[in-house]
């Protein structure tokens, strides 16, 4: 069995990953710090596949620890999700952005060619297309970033190419998530954010359980059907599978440089999605009309062509089983993760 390395794989996306990548037959090894999630996610990656996980307690800014993991495994690649993501934040503090998402990726790569460790899987986003002059995104739309986290995201696809040129034997694949939600269907694991959530389900899940009063929906007067923003939104699950299936890919291309839009090619609106939600929870979601919130655009969904016909990657669930599954999450969890 190949060992992956998965940075970050105590968070929401590395999570869902870790039990993918064991359904694809790989041996995940976890690399985490908690800095961003609960040590007790491990427990509950090993309840529901049955299996042990190797997990390292470690930072990837520590070059020295995470060369130690490579020296003590033979790593076949590395699903770097490890990173710091809140937009908002960055805008704040971006020094603390470029500091950790840069030198933590700096050192992965590092380490990996020190030890002939050759592929690697980097967590990009949609929010590197910036406000895109048309939808669907494809992948050779321009791209543009309008904050520092999203600037992190963009300088790292552009350093790993200049890598890769350098380094033809290495082998990079870059997937542009677009927005993930939903969670594994025994509501052992989902999206656990600290605090009042910045994302859309978090907060709306935290208003049905009853923690949040009402949602904010940010802007109706937006060129959309309904006036609300309108996003991609894809299953956890059906994105986590996108990252073994790149691993099978990466086990037989000689390319060395790999682009994929990782969504479901349909857009939802805010309203959807409330909409959507209140069929699963059986009752009305309250929610109140605010301004637009800075940096949100109007529309943004994929093309996934591309991943469809080389990695053969399909999605499998919709919008009523991605609400389903959070509102799960959140009954299970009403605390999160402790
Ligand atoms: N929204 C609300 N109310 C809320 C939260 C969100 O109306 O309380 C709206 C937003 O305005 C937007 C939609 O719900 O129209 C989705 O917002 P999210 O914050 O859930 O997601 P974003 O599309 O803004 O951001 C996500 C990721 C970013 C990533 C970006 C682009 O959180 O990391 O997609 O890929 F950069």
């Avoid at 969670?183 to 389900?201: F, K, R, T, V």
């Avoid at 959507?276 to 059986?282: D, N």
Wanted: proline share 5%.
């Amino acid at each position: 069995m190949k060992n992956v390395l998965v940075t970050g794989g105590a968070g929401y996306i590395g999570s869902h990953t870790v039990l993918s990548l064991i359904d694809y037959g790989y041996n995940p090894i976890i690399v985490d710090n908690f800095s961003n999630s609960s040590p007790k996610v491990i427990e509950r990656l090993e309840k529901i596949s049955g299996k042990k996980i190797k997990l390292y307690n470690l930072d990837c800014c520590n070059k020295k620890d995470l060369d130690q993991v490579f020296k003590e495994n033979d790593i076949f690649g590395v699903i770097h999700f490890a990173g710091y993501k809140a937009v908002g934040e960055s805008v704040k503090v971006p020094l603390k952005y470029y500091e950790n998402n840069i030198i933590s990726l700096l050192n992965v790569v590092e380490t990996m060619a020190n030890n002939n460790s050759n592929n690697l899987i980097f967590s990009s986003s949609a929010t590197v297309y910036g406000d895109p002059k048309s939808v669907p995104i494809y992948e050779d739309f321009p791209l543009h970033v309008t904050n520092p986290y999203g600037r992190t995201k963009l300088m790292i696809e552009e350093i790993l190419q200049d890598y890769v040129k350098a380094n033809p034997s290495f082998k990079v694949a870059l997937l542009r998530y677009f927005n993930p939600i939903g969670a594994h269907e025994s509501g052992l694991i989902g999206e656990d954010p600290n605090g009042i959530p910045n994302n859309l389900m978090p907060y709306i899940t935290q208003v049905c359980i009853g923690k949040l009063d009402h949602l904010n929906v940010f802007g109706n007067d937006y060129d959309t059907p309904d006036g609300t923003g309108i996003r991609d939104y894809i299953h956890v699950l059906d994105l986590a599978r996108g990252h073994s299936l790149t691993l099978k890919k990466m086990e037989e291309t000689k390319d060395n440089l790999l682009i994929y839009n990782l969504g479901t090619s349909k857009g939802s609106s805010v309203l959807d999605v409330v909409h959507e939600m209140e069929k699963v929870v059986g009752h009305k979601i309250p929610y109140q009309i605010a301004p637009r919130r800075a940096g949100d655009i109007a529309e943004c969904y994929a093309n996934c062509d591309k991943a469809y016909q080389e990695l053969g990657f399909k999605t499998e669930y919709d919008l009523y089983d991605m609400c389903k599954s959070s509102w799960n999450f959140q009954q299970k969890n009403p605390n999160g993760i402790r």
